[in-house]
């Protein structure tokens, strides 16, 4: 999901200058010493690193522990939530019904689900299982992720299939890459429809078990055991503490993947080997011709600066981000649930594939990691991926405590003065496919709760004119929001609209695409 939230290292340290001197293939023992820095820098508690070159594992360990509560050690079986990396999963299961003969990229999504339907019918109409992956869609960054995201919500897939139809398209249909999950899920469901079999029954059958990922499961409520399970970590208000795990069940295919380094190794070699297994890798999980297909450019992503890697270009393809990085092809995804972040890398013209699993939802930790082993078999020597993203992480959060800040200042200086009649706007707003949201008056503070979503709760703090600030009960979000309400000619509220406060809140909390009317 996300969101969520993502980045590298690699160095030789000297004792007395601390400063990374790297001039060959990074060993273990150095990615050791990067990745023990990477801990302490950005208080994750655990991660788990695999590295994979010609078809062999050359690395793989756990650092650190589960949970700050149980203290476990995490080893390379110890199982993540990978979320988004799922997304990789998903495109191979349909890759494999077009070997299968049950489906083709481009049928369109009514031929298997007759009453799928965006918001523009021609889009409808003309919108293909390709489509499904590719995040071009026309609808806004993380449409309607509020509909899973932050989990508790009673939305089924079925409502989330339905409610598709109320959100609005923000670009032309395939023309703008932005980023999407329920897509994903409808993906999920074109599976069950096209196999007969779930999309979690699917994977598990079809890709976990020929592969031997013998510990991994579709979800977390799917795992068999669940004794080596990270805790999921977040800083809250300055202080490290574990959160509430984030879970897709609603929508697996889209994020609900939990598996370990040493599984996922199994996965990265099948790819780096063209989708075959093995001994002797007489054995083919889906074609050459459907990997081609899933590691081709579908929708472009704009490159405006070549960054660290020369970079000129970019594009997602089906299920995996891809790029050129000092020349070679780069096949690649994250993921992000609370308090959990992970990376996959696949660098096929080098055979190389680099896997990095956190409990802690900083991503500046796994892409440190990712892109300083990335350096050592490009040559690249005298840099340190953990300073970079650790200074570049401290200016981004300082720039949004500075936003956050002000309001802060502004509804802390209202408090002092008159306070608006609260009860003008207590009542029962209504958005198509959020469902209802109470506005209520109690022990003199305005309260507002999400029905379907009971983790929305919070106070309504007065900032300025018509608008308020809600505080969520649950400060594990790091979402707060503004929340406007509009009025008729009469001057009584009628509607209400919500922005994220914070430009570092999760794309997930997509409040700017709800539209409330007061019933």
């Avoid at 079925?158 to 999407?180: A, E, M, P």
């Avoid at 802390?412 to 959020?434: C, I, M, R, V």
Wanted: glycine share 8%; proline share 3%; with cysteine.
């Amino acid at each position: 999901m996300k969101s969520p939230l993502l980045f590298v290292a690699l160095f030789f340290v000297s004792s007395l200058l601390c400063k990374p001197v790297f001039a060959q293939v990074i060993t273990s023992a150095q990615i050791d010493q990067l990745v023990e820095r990477t801990l302490k820098t950005f208080e994750v508690p655990g991660i788990a690193v695999a590295v994979v070159k010609d078809g062999k594992v050359i690395h793989s360990k756990g650092y650190g522990i589960r949970s700050i509560h149980s203290k476990e050690k995490v080893d390379a079986n110890t199982l993540f939530g990978i979320a988004s990396n799922s997304k990789a999963f998903t495109a191979a299961t349909l890759g494999i019904l077009i070997d299968d003969g049950k489906l083709n990229w481009d049928d369109k999504v009514v031929d298997y689900i007759p009453e799928f339907r965006l918001y523009n019918s021609y889009v409808t109409e003309d919108f293909t299982i390709r489509d499904l992956l590719t995040h071009r869609s026309g609808l806004g960054l993380g449409a309607g992720d509020l509909m899973f995201f932050p989990d508790s919500s009673d939305f089924t897939l079925k409502d989330v299939i339905h409610n598709l139809r109320y959100l609005k398209q923000v670009s032309g249909f395939r023309t703008k890459y932005d980023y999407d999950n329920l897509l994903y899920m409808v993906a999920g469901e074109v599976v069950k429809r096209a196999s007969g079999q779930s999309w979690e029954d699917f994977v598990e059958t079809r890709i976990m078990k020929p592969l031997q990922m013998e510990k991994s499961a579709a979800s977390f409520s799917r795992l068999k055991d669940k004794s080596n399970v990270i805790d999921a970590h977040a800083v809250i208000e300055g202080k490290l503490r574990t959160v509430r795990r984030g879970r897709l069940d609603v929508g697996n295919s889209a994020g609900g993947i939990n598996s370990s380094i040493n599984d996922l190794s199994k996965w990265v070699i099948m790819q780096l080997n063209g989708g075959k297994y093995g001994d002797g890798l007489s054995k083919t999980l889906f074609s050459a011709k459907v990997q081609d297909e899933m590691w081709t450019p579908q929708t472009i992503i704009p490159v405006r600066n070549p960054g660290p890697y020369n970079t000129h270009f970019s594009a997602y393809g089906l299920g995996w981000g891809l790029s050129d990085v000092k020349g070679y092809k780069q096949v690649t995804h994250t993921g992000g649930l609370p308090g959990m972040v992970t990376q996959v890398t696949l660098l096929p013209e080098l055979k190389l594939g680099i896997i990095v699993l956190t409990n802690q939802q900083a991503g500046a930790a796994f892409t440190s990691i990712t892109n300083q082993i990335k350096d050592s078999y490009f040559g690249i020597t005298g840099t340190d991926r953990v300073k970079e993203y650790s200074d570049r992480l401290r200016e981004n959060t300082a720039s949004a405590d500075k936003v956050t800040d002000e309001v802060r200042k502004v509804v802390e200086a209202q408090k002092s003065a008159a306070k608006p009649d609260l009860n003008f706007y207590a009542g029962t707003y209504h958005d198509n496919w959020l469902g209802d949201v109470s506005i209520a008056v109690k022990n003199d503070r305005l309260l507002f709760a999400a029905k379907r979503s009971p983790r929305l709760t919070g106070e309504l703090y007065f900032y300025k004119g018509n608008t308020f600030v809600v505080k969520w009960n649950d400060r594990s979000l790091e979402a707060d929001a503004f929340v406007m309400f509009g009025l008729d000619y009469e001057g009584k509220p009628v509607s209400m609209k919500m922005k994220a406060i914070s430009p570092l809140t999760d794309f997930s909390y997509d409040f700017h695409d709800l539209e409330f009317g007061r019933k």
